[in-house]
Each structure stands twice: as C-alpha cells, then as structure tokens.
RNA sequence: GGGUUCAUAGCUCAGUUGGUUAGAGCGUUACGUUGACAUCGUAAAGGUCAGAGGUUCGAUUCCUCUUGGACCCACCA
C-alpha cells in the first residue's frame, strides 16, 4: 500500500494529537511497561508554580526527555517523575507585588495570614496549570499520575518528619544569631540567597574619640553606634600592648559605649589601620567575634523596618541607614574625629527576590548545624556532603556520585569548606509552617496541630529544605512506598550549575542524612542558554525568545533539536532563532525522506531483521548505519547528546538522503533497505525528536514507536562484509591521497565523483555510470568532457599542462622528502604505533606512484 | 585573595584518554534543479587551533608562563 503524505511537515497538525495519544496509552507510566525489569528513574526538577516556560526549561525538558526515552527503548523501566514547586518567596513576593498594583499598599497587614494566603493559593493554582501545559508541549514524556507538588500532603508530611528528625537528633536548633534580612521583604534569607553588586562607597577612617588610641576604618559609620570591641591582630606591635583593656567612648548612642580590645586572628596587620570596629549585630564575622568573646556584649542599632532603634540614641532613633550615617559623619567632622575618608568600590549585598540591600540583624532563628555529629554515625552533615564524592556514602564505593562535567566538583567542595550553619526559617507566610509549637515554656515538634494554650510557630521553612527532599518526598517517604523501594536512589539527575549549591548540595545532604543512601548515582550538568549577545535570559524580563512562540513558529521537534546541537555540559550556549530554523529544515527533510521512500516502496511494514546486501553500495550504507547505531548508543549512554544528534544528522542527510537514496533511483531493489533503514533511523532519532518520528511511525506500524525496542547492530553480518570493505577503503584512501595532492585540476573531476558521491564508481561499470549520471543529474555541462574519465590516470594526462606539472612534481617531490624524513627517524618507527607509521608508509607509496605518473 | 573556565573558519560552536588530511551549522561565492525536499542539490573560498616556551618520534589536545574575556567563593575594618 502506497501513502500520501503532505509536502512539508507541518508540525501544528500533530504533536497535540500525538503527545495525547502517548499518554492515553499509559506508557509514560513504568508500571504499564510490563517487560521491563530494570528501574530507570530521573526527577524533574520542578519549575515554580508561578513561572512560565522559558528557555532554559525548555533545554531541561529536551536533555530529560531524551534520557528517558532512550532508557525506555532499552527496556528500562523508566519513570520521568514530574513535579512543581511552590517556591515560598519567589511566590510570596510575586503575588505581593501584584496585589500591590491592585492598590494594597501592605498586603499582609491589610488581608492578614489566611487571606494573603488564600490569594497565593489561588494565584499559584492558576499558573500551575500554566507550566505544566506547556512542559507537555515540549513533548516530556513524564509519568503525571505521579505527579509531585512540594506543598501538597505527601511533601508536607515529608517535611515535617523530616524536621522532627533532624531536631531529635540536635542537628536542628533556635538560636539567636546573627542573619540576613531583608527590609523589603520583612524575611531573613540564606547567604545563597543573596547576589553581590558593585557600588561607590567612601571609607571613613575615624577614632571614637580624641583619646581613644586606635582608629578604625568603616564603610558604615552609622552601625558604629552598636559597637562593643576593637579588634587587633596579636602579633601587632602597635596595639597589643592594649588587649583586654575596657575604654568608655560617648558617640551619641543611648548609653557611653564600652569598647574592648580583643585579639582576633582576622584582623590583618597591613589591612587599613589594622585593626577593626567590632559590630556585633550588624555583621556576620563581627558575630563570630562576639560568640567567641560574648563579654564585649551585643547591641542591635538597626531595626526590622530597616530604621535606627532606641539603642542608637535619641537623636538617630527613627531614622533610617542612610539619614543615620549622614548625621553621624557630621558628628565626627564637627568633632574633628575624622581621619581620612576616600571614595572606593564594595560588593554589597543584596536580597535576590526583593532587590534591597541585606542589613544583617541579630535574630532568634531557627539552624540547622552542619558540624554537629549526628548521632550513632560521628560524622557531621559537612561530611556526608563530601564523602559521596570521595570515599562513597558510608565509605562504599559503590555510592560515589559521578558528577559530569567533573570540574564542578572543585566548586562544591570549596563552596563545603566555606559553609555555615544553614538558617532555614522565613518570615514569610506560603511555605511549610514550622511544626514547632509553644506553651508557656514549653517547646514541642508535632506533626499534629496540639490542643489548646499552644501555638504554632509563626515562620515558615526555607523553600530549598523541601527541595532538598525531593528524591526521597516525591516516592512517598517516609511511607515505605512500592516506589521507593524500586526507584531510590535514583539513577540521574540533571540541572543547571546556578543551582548546584542551592538544590544539588542541599539534595545530597538531606537525603545521606534521612535515608542513609546517595540520592542519586549521576549528575549531569548543563549550561546557561544565552542570546546572541551573551546575556543571560532573564527569567523575569523574558528578554525576546519565548520557547512557546518557537514552537508555534517552527514545532517543538525544531526546538528540541536547535537547543541540543552544539552544546557540551556544563558550557554556556549562545541561543538564537537562526538556530531553529536550521532544525526546522532538517525536520523537514527527514519527512521528505519519509515521503519519499514511503510513497515508492510498495509493500510498507516493519522489517525486523537487517535485509541482505546486494550491492556494494547496499553493504555499505549498512555498515555505515551499524557503525552509525553503535556511537549513537555509546554517546547516549554517556549522555553525550550533543554529539550523537550530530553523528544522527550527518548519516541522515549526507550519507543517506544524498547519496543512498541517490544511489536507489539508478540501482533498483533498493526498497527493503530503504525501508529498514528509515525505521532503524526514526528509533535512533526518536529520543531527539519525538513528534514527527511518531507521526511517520504511524504509517508503518501501528505499534507506538515510543516503546519499540532501541536498534542493536549485527555484529555477524559486519563481519561477513568486512573484507570487502577492506578493499573498498584501501582504494578510497589511495583516492583521497591522489585527490590531496593535485589540488589544482583534479579538484573537478575528483570532488564530483568521488568525494561527494563516495564509492559511487566502485559500484558500477563505467557505462552505467555515465547513464546514471546523466539520468540522476549529477553532473552539469561543465563536467561532461570528463565523465568518462574516471580513470584518473588518464584525466591527469589529458588534463595537467606542462607548467603546472612541474609545479605538481615539485610539491610532490617535496611531499615525499618530508615524508621519508619522517619514516626514516629511529624513533618514529620504535615508538610510533604500527598502524600509524604503516599509513606513512602507504601515503608514501601513493605519491611516488602519482610521482611516475605525472613523469 | 582562593578557585573554575574560555580563546579553533566571517558568525555560533563541536573536537571523548596526544596520531592519517582539525569538523558542523549559518553566512559568502559559483554552478545546477521538470515531482521526495528551494525548508533542495553539487562544489568553492575561508584556520600559524590567542601568544611564547617545555615534555614527546609527534601537541589544537598534557605542563609552565603571558595576553584578553567570563564565572564561582571568600573578604571588603
């Protein structure tokens, strides 16, 4: 039977249809792949509920998708386990902002806890559907019966054991301490929640006062005013003669402040003045010094609405940072305390989600300790975090994370080493509420709500402490689930190295912890897509390029494959629309491959074995197409996407559309390979470009090419045809040699027969040649003088004049002095491998065969 | 200050343990094209693989330095 298929692909037409048909079968859901043993599982990083589709999910959902469509052709049972987040800030600060422009001024004054969090529900509920909407345009095949939402019973419930676990075990703690918090946003934020940006600030150089004999340098004059110590460096010469001593110093706060000098590693000698107002409550290493030291004493002069307390005076008091430092500067000049002040750059910090500058505050918080022992293992959790990369979970090497590209290793064992103790509570409402509960005096974790005269904490958790449990929380922990028993730890996880410290780290620690296994036994990291200009894509900005507008343009295939070509993990890729257009044409070619095969070849079904040779040309395709299945599969398996849609690509369009299917129009008989080898194609390209290979799929077979089996290679019929080959390429490479060397002339007769249209003249006789390529119209005007010589030694003859062989001879002449230099070196033949010095040798051969020729 | 990374064709990038002639896409130029495909075909031009040294029979690949970019972490008194 004969099918007629459109001209162009028109990918509109089917991929809605096709993605429904996929999970109407149910076979996006490992429990229905019945013969499949081997558990395959990858999580999808979940996207915010409020975000939309951008870019870079959609290289996420291309890189996932492939990976788990080609396990699942393997015959894994492959589960892709789909997922959102509820994102506490970045949610909370979003739906703030909107209501805001709605005219509340202070939504959660004016609405109130349950209200405002009636409102994000709402808002997220809305946009969830969103996101998911449009991961399933980009073709994902993931299991959503399985669906994970870090908010909802399952997750929460795993949170809140998870907490209890960890505070039973003192690895949680509340404690008074120095943290971020953002004015904007009335929250604390972990330090990897801040991002750094240059500014213009003036060092003030200064004393407290006239006899104080030390003088300090600061870039924030204003917190001066909660200072309790001066810290010197023991070894300095000028001031340790004063460590210990206790000076009174008026500056105008609310009490005389009492300054000790202590001694402090930190202080650097040559740094400044060399020695450093301490500021306790405003700074985190100034904290540490005070923990250390706790006698100097601790006073808070900035507030929550990021104004001056009490504390600093009544004549600061109400006044916010800026108006604070302004006034106190003034004090100092008119005081004549100033010593020097000059104009410099700082990195501030800032809040990622709100934009305004962090004040660090001393605040009771809750931590968790990543030095602490954890009972019964004498490992911290900063261990565990190493070891999985080190010496394995547990010292067994066997759960050593393999991490690709394994460069980043560096980063995350530095970024260890560097780690504090991880503030976890928020002062924000849309997050998992602390299951901790208050009484009078009493403290107590519940998982239930207890009864009356206790109250819940009011904060809320870290939204990276319920990502952190994500591969464990989304397979029914701490229930001992069907599908945490088959799929943890799971076998690869893939992100983006932004969030490597925020989810990767937080990942491995909270699962080494809690379940006492690696999360996961392979990261691969990718890339950010950049523009054209080498920006990032904004998230928020969504600067030109939205993937939904792509699709509807070009197709998702076109995309997926665009966002794939020419990346390599973990390097940054510039994206532009050039790109999917260049995807788009190949869809399409493949379709007119289809088209075009499918429209001649009489008898269309599935071909199961490898058809025979009959020609040269039939065994070499065949051979090209096994050699083609073999490093697809292997880069594949090394999640070398890249590579392997490149390989895929060129044997599509060059070997087999260009030349085979050529080939085929002269040479009949063709159609069972042609045949065999557009569906052994449509299952390797599968993985990269769902939708259009399903679409042809559907005219050959009526089995879902999604769950066909991955093609295996012959290796029996390779064999039988490899002496063949043998001979075939020997004479190719005397060719290619000859080609090389006579760059001038030949280059016509050469690239046209040879090069482009590879063994063409070793599969027919000279006569046939001339008619097929008259019929096939592969040769103009311009090459007919010399079809017929496709004996080159007589086209050199004809066709070389005198004058440019004597140049040829001597560029040969020349070729071969270098070459028999190179043979003729000791130590290239004891040490260079034979099968290289064996080409020298035949290179040389060659050219003093065209040598005798030319003569 | 500590660390990572990049520099390959006009542009965007591949290049998997050092080894035949360094590749692709886009762009450019020439030629071709009557039904699978102009979303096409055939070819061409275009590279001291940033620079200098070293190791090696042999370096784009490994090492050192230099130049110029990007990024991460810490600090920023």
Known sequence: MKIELEKAYEAKQFEDKIYKTWEESGFFNPDNLKHAKK??????????????????????????????????????????????????????ARVEKELQKAGIKNPREELGR?????????????????????????????????????FDETRSNAVNTLFQKMYNDGLIYRGYRAVNWSVCGQSTASDDELVYEDEPVTIYTFKYSHDFPIPIATTRPET????????????????????????????????????????????????????????????????????KNKEIGIIPVIGHDGKMTKNAGENYQGLTVLEARKKFVNWLKENNLIIKQEESIHSVGKSDRFGDVIEVLPMRQWFIDVNKKIPGKNKSLKQLMKDVFTIGHNGNKKKIIKITPARFLNSYMQWIDNLRDWCISRQIWWGHRIPVWYKDKEIKVSLEPLGDGWS???????????????????????????DFKMFHPTQWMQMGYEILFFWMARMILMTTYAIDDIPFEEVYIHGILRSKEGKKFSKSLGSGLDPIEIIKNYGTDALRLSLIKGIAPGNDAKFYEEKVVGARNFINKLWNISRYILMSVNDIKLIEKEPKAQTLADQWILQKLNSVIESVTENLNNHNFSLASEI??????????????EISKIEKGKEQILLYTLQTLLKLWHP?????????????????????????????????????????????????NLKNENKIDLKTVVHCHLES?????????????????ARVKLTSDKYKDVVHI?????????????????????????????????????DFIQKAPTNIIENEKKKLKSAYDLLEKLK
């Not at 449009?134 to 019966?145: A, H």
């Not at 300095?236 to 000098?261: C, E, H, M, W």
């Not at 202590?262 to 540490?288: Q, R």
């Open 688 to 736: 990269f470009i769902p939708f259009i290979t399903e679409t042809i799929w559907k005219n050959i077979d009526s089995k879902l090419l999604m769950i066909s089996s991955w093609p295996k290679t012959d290796h029996k019929s390779e064999e039988k045809i490899n002496n063949n080959f043998e001979k075939l390429q020997e004479i190719i490479i005397a060719i290619r």
């Open 757 to 773: 249209k590879k063994y063409f003249e070793l599969i027919m006789d000279q006569k046939n040649i001339i008619e097929s390529l």
């Open 456 to 482: 819940q904490d009011s904060d809320t958790l870290d939204t990276w402490f319920s990502s952190g449990a994500w591969t464990f929380s989304t397979l029914g922990w701490p229930k001992k689930t069907k």
């Open 648 to 661: 895929l690509y060129d044997f599509t369009w060059t070997d087999f559309a260009d030349w085979y299917i």
């Open 39 to 92: 558990p395959y599982c990858i999580l999808m990083p979940p996207p915010n509920v409020t975000g939309i589709l951008h870019l870079g999910h959609a290289l996420e959902n291309s890189i996932l998708d492939i990976e788990i469509r080609f396990r699942r052709m393997c015959g894994y049972k492959a589960l892709l386990l789909p997922g959102a987040d509820h994102a506490a800030v970045a949610t909370q």
């Open 114 to 150: 349950e209200k405002l969090l009636k409102k994000i529900r709402e808002y997220s509920e809305n946009s969830k559907s969103t996101i998911l909407n449009q991961i399933k345009k980009m073709g994902t095949s993931c299991d959503w019966s399985r669906f994970a939402y870090t």
């Open 790 to 826: 496709l004996d080159i030694d007589i086209y050199i003859e004809i066709k070389i004049n005198e004058q440019d062989k004597i140049k040829k001879i001597k560029e040969i002449v020349a070729y071969i002095n270098k070459l028999e230099e190179k043979i003729n070196n000791k």
């Open 224 to 291: 001066k005013l909660g200072d309790c110590a001066v810290a010197v460096n023991p070894k300095d010469d000028r001031y340790s003669k004063y460590i210990g001593q206790k000076f009174t110093v008026d500056i105008g706060a609310l009490n005389p402040l009492t300054i000790t000098i202590i001694a402090d590693e930190n202080a650097d000698m040559n740094y400044g003045t060399g020695a450093v107002g301490v500021t306790p409550a405003h700074s985190m290493i100034d904290f540490e010094m005070y923990q």
